[in-house]
């Protein structure tokens, strides 16, 4: 087995399928509102909520609630340890999965 071939190095945090859409989604995004990704990430309320709080309780991503006029809106934002956290998620699996040999 390589020597790079390091599962260990994947962050659970992040490796959860909603919660690794929500990451892409926001390193694009930088910010979205909470309907926004609930409409992009097929999800329900509920779910995506529970996923949220993991992410923002790891310190990946922050959440604003406030209003738009008299609208309630929360919006969620990758933050610079998500981000960072983010990138080594993805050199991580880069290494597992190794250099592609389709041609």
Do not use: C, W
Not at 1 to 18: N, S, T, Y
């Amino acid at each position: 087995m390589p020597a790079r071939f390091d599962i260990g190095k994947i962050d659970d945090v992040i490796h959860g399928r909603l919660r690794l859409g929500v990451m892409a989604y926001l390193a694009n995004a930088e910010v979205a509102d909470f309907n926004e990704l609930k409409q992009v990430l097929e999800v329900t309320q509920g779910n995506l909520s529970v996923q949220l709080r993991k992410l923002e309780d790891a310190g990946y991503v922050t959440i604003e609630k406030g209003f738009l006029g008299r609208k309630p809106r929360t919006q969620v934002r990758i933050s610079e340890t998500g981000r960072a956290a983010f990138a080594v998620y993805l050199e991580a699996l880069g290494r597992l999965i190794g250099p592609s040999t389709a041609a």
